[in-house]
């Protein structure tokens, strides 16, 4: 005989209310199958197993602890069995329920600077509690979930570090600890404090933003840049080296006159350059003239 096996999709859990349930309080667990079934089941790790026949035009199998105890409190999972064709899903991802116990003491909370630090800052909080023995975590108004979980050292007491905080990390803050033996049972949270952390200044001194340049300046053609052969200070030119050509053509007509300054401010339009050499005519050569002169003296 043949046996057909099918594919049946895993169900997820999810609790109501999600988090700060007391002892003493109730809370929903609910199944969401996402297929008709005919049995759910829920599991509590290293605890009970509840079992429930799941009605056809829901899409959920809920199982409520009207008055939740410490044995309520723990991890659980559940599954669901289809009847056409017989199949059973896998275990859903695990959902944590948490019960505070308000028989506990509050845990003691501090913090290492004032309140208000500069961006960039490492802040410590430091958390303690009486009884010893307990994982200590730090919360943060607004997060259902704990910042950070830390055991605590020989004195009961345990230091949460925030480094290189920034303005998001700013806001109230408070501790609670869970005892050895019973990870899924939380004390009250204990006393708050105030976090501000203020963005850092830029230094002194510091040179601001450059903007970006609104046009160019240039040098008026008509005033022309000595040749470096034809300056006074400079060793006198070779005449049989090639004269090198003056960067500046002939002055331009067009070109409107200079200021006081010898600046003028013209626009420039883009142009692809050229790869020929400019056409530009030769310098004129000095006609220089040797002749031997004897000097003769008056007589």
Not at 42 to 51: P, V
Not at 68 to 73: N, Q, R, S
Request: net charge negative; aromatic share 8%.
């Amino acid at each position: 005989m043949a046996v057909v096996l099918i594919f049946v999709p895993r169900p997820s859990l999810s609790l109501h209310p999600s988090y700060g349930v007391a002892v003493g309080g109730n809370v929903t667990l609910r199944c969401h199958v996402p297929r008709v079934a005919a049995w759910v089941w829920l599991y509590q790790d290293g605890g009970w197993t509840y079992k429930k026949y799941k009605e056809e035009e829901r899409d959920a199998a809920e199982f409520s602890f009207v008055r939740t105890v410490w044995d309520h409190a723990g991890a659980y999972q559940c599954r669901y069995r289809v009847s056409r064709p017989l199949g059973t899903s896998e275990l859903s991802d695990p959902a944590e329920l948490v019960l505070t116990d308000r028989s506990l003491p509050p845990p003691g909370i501090a913090l290492s600077s004032e309140g208000r630090v500069g961006t960039g800052s490492n802040v410590t909080i430091r958390c303690w509690n009486k009884p010893h023995g307990a994982a200590f975590l730090l919360h943060k108004d607004g997060r259902s979930a704990p910042v950070q979980r830390q055991d605590p050292d020989v004195g009961g007491t345990a230091a949460f570090t925030l480094f290189g905080v920034t303005p998001a990390d700013g806001g109230t803050y408070r501790c609670s600890y869970r005892l050895w033996g019973r990870p899924f049972l939380s004390s009250p949270l204990g006393d708050n404090v105030t976090l501000e952390v203020t963005p850092t200044p830029a230094p002194p001194g510091a040179p601001p933003e450059k903007p970006e340049a609104a046009g160019f300046q240039v040098k008026n053609p008509h005033q022309r840049t000595p040749h470096p052969d034809l300056t006074a200070s400079g060793p006198p030119r070779d005449p049989t080296e090639s004269p090198t050509p003056c960067p500046w053509g002939p002055p331009d007509p067009m070109v409107p006159p200079a200021d006081d300054e010898g600046l003028t401010y013209i626009e420039l339009n883009i142009a692809t350059p050229s790869t020929q050499p400019p056409n530009l005519p030769a310098a004129p050569q000095p006609h220089v003239i040797y002749a031997e002169v004897a000097a003769v003296g008056q007589r």
